[in-house]
C-alpha cells in the first residue's frame, strides 16, 4: 500500500498529531501490511501560496502556457502527481483557530487543480480524481468540539476539509479527532488521547483488511498460490 503521509503541525516533535499519525502507521505495519510511504512536512516544505501568476497560469489551457506559466505551476504538478499515485492518504493537523493550519491551506490550494486532481465530464460535472484512495484526517484539537459541547458549533476544520476533498472525489474520509487536549485537565487528555488510538486501531484493521483481500485478488488473477 502506497500512503502518501502529510503532518501540519509546527509543534514538530512535541506534536500529539503527529505522534498519532506515526502511531497508525505503526499499527499498520504491525498487522503485516506492506507500505511504501510518500512523506511531506508542509511545515518544512510549505507549497507557495497562490498568487496572481499561479491563478492565470492554472486557468490557462494547458496548449497555451508560456514557459514561464509552466514553470510557476512545476510544483503544484509534481505535488499532484505524488498524490494520484498513492493508495491512500494520511493527513495529520492541529485545530488552529477552528480550522486548519495555513501551511495546510496552502497544500489544499497547490493541489485542487482542473484537468489533473478534478475533471469535467460531457456534462460539466466535476469528477475528482481521488475517489479511489482511502483517506484518514487525524486533527488535534484543545477544546473539546463533539456533539454536545458548548464548542461544538466552532469546528470549521471538519466541514472545510470535507468539502475540499469532497471536491477532489474523497467521498467518505475517515476522521479521528484527539480531544480535549491542550485545554483540558491532565485526566480529560489522557481519555482523549486513549480514544484516539482505539480508534485508529479500528481503522487500521479496517485498511489491513482491505489491503489483504486486494492481495488475495491479484494472487487469484495472476495464478500464483501462496
Known amino acids: 500500500m502506497k500512503i502518501m503521509h502529510v503532518d501540519a503541525s509546527a509543534k514538530r516533535e512535541r506534536s500529539n498529531s503527529r505522534a498519532l499519525s506515526r502511531y497508525f502507521l505503526e499499527r499498520l505495519r504491525e498487522q503485516g501490511v506492506d507500505l511504501e510511504i510518500d512523506y511531506l512536512d508542509v511545515t518544512i516544505d510549505t507549497p507557495p501560496h497562490v498568487t496572481e501568476a499561479f491563478a492565470i497560469a492554472t486557468y490557462t489551457a494547458e496548449h497555451d502556457r ?4 509552466k514553470a510557476t505551476l ?30 495546510f491551506k496552502a497544500f489544499i490550494d497547490s493541489i485542487t487543480r482542473g484537468g489533473l486532481t478534478y475533471q469535467f465530464d460531457a456534462d460539466g460535472r466535476v469528477v ?19 456533539a ?16 475540499a476533498f469532497g471536491f477532489l472525489g474523497v467521498a467518505e474520509p475517515t476522521f479521528v479527532d484527539a480531544q480535549p487536549l491542550q485545554f483540558a485537565d491532565p485526566e480529560a487528555r489522557t481519555a482523549a488521547l486513549q480514544r484516539a488510538h482505539a480508534e485508529l486501531d479500528a481503522v487500521a484493521s479496517s485498511w489491513a483488511s482491505v489491503a489483504d483481500s486486494s492481495d488475495e485478488d491479484l494472487t487469484a488473477f495472476s495464478g500464483v498460490t501462496a
Open 128 to 146: 475528482g480524481q481521488f475517489s479511489r484512495q482511502k483517506t484518514l484526517f487525524i486533527t488535534s484539537r484543545g477544546a473539546d468540539l463533539r
Open 66 to 69: 508560456t514557459p514561464a506559466m
Open 74 to 103: 512545476a510544483q503544484s504538478d509534481a505535488l499532484c502527481k505524488r498524490l494520484l499515485a498513492a493508495d491512500a492518504f494520511v493527513f495529520a493537523m492541529p485545530m488552529y483557530n477552528w480550522s486548519m493550519p495555513s501551511a
Open 148 to 163: 454536545g459541547s458548548p464548542y461544538a458549533a466552532m469546528d470549521a476544520l471538519t466541514p472545510a476539509l470535507k468539502a
